[in-house]
């Protein structure tokens, strides 16, 4: 597989550098831009990332490594996430973690064998008025009960 950007993302990347006085402050979208292409972010991608930033590998994995959202490792095409923090919990989010875990046969991180869903337990995600909360990919679900995110579940297979 070869790792390179169209032309089209080529364009978007330099309408996140030209935002920033410097290259390097672009990394962040840039990063997100590489796992919405690859779906994850593998040691040559963040190869390719840096020598489009002219940073080092070592600048580019330390970013992916620190923030949590960006996947150093194949994630599932459904990736959903469920929030456990304090309001959450209260509101069940851990049981809702727990049975979304059994249902799927897979812990936090992981994904089914299949590819299709990837499980990560989060700590918040900014909806503590709509707890418990989840996450598939980029569509969040607030107030939520474990029959709801199970049949939410049945709808992507």
Not at 37 to 50: C, E, F, I, P, Q
Not at 55 to 78: I, R
Not at 85 to 93: D, H, I, Q, T, Y
Request: glycine share 6%.
């Amino acid at each position: 597989m070869e790792i390179k950007f169209t032309e089209e993302e080529l364009a978007e990347v330099n309408r996140h550098i030209s935002k920033y006085p410097q290259k390097q402050a672009a990394l962040m979208p840039v990063l997100w831009l590489a796992q919405h292409k690859w779906g994850w972010l593998s040691t040559d991608v963040m190869r390719y990332v840096a020598e489009l930033l002219e940073l080092s590998l070592a600048h580019v994995e330390g970013v992916a490594t620190f923030y949590t959202m960006y996947f150093k490792k194949p994630m599932g095409k459904y990736h959903i996430q469920v929030c456990t923090n304090v309001s959450c919990m209260l509101r069940k989010g851990d049981v809702i973690f727990n049975q979304v875990s059994e249902h799927l046969g897979i812990k936090h991180n992981e994904a089914t064998p299949d590819g299709i869903f990837s499980l990560e337990e989060v700590e918040c995600m900014g909806a503590c008025g709509g707890a418990p909360m989840i996450a598939i990919n980029e569509d969040f679900h607030e107030n939520v009960d474990t029959p709801q995110v199970l049949e939410l579940i049945s709808k992507l297979k």
